[in-house]
């Protein structure tokens, strides 16, 4: 992405060699990039299209891989960047469901 905020950026913190441990601050760190990137929504969806490893738009590979298939063109269903109401210190996206009734009724 030619106006990606990680053009200046080391590319080793965007593909972290595991998902815990010291890896779990590079990809902290990858998507801090991306939330002050103008292009995230295209990265993510280029992500989103063709499967690759590492960090594009905000996400890991697993979490797009949780966020399901989807025909091409279509946009994300979420985007990388989260509302400040969240609370997420890391900067994650998150996934809500729709609370549930209660099996009684209520």
Known sequence: MSQGACRGEDPEIFFPIAAQGPALAQA????AVCRRCAVNAACLSFGLETSQEGIWGGTTREERLAMGPRP???PPALTARTPP?????AGNARITAKRQPARDGT
């Open 85 to 89: 109401e969240t609370g997420d210190p």
């Open 72 to 74: 091409a063109g279509q």
């Open 28 to 31: 902290s760190a990858a998507k």
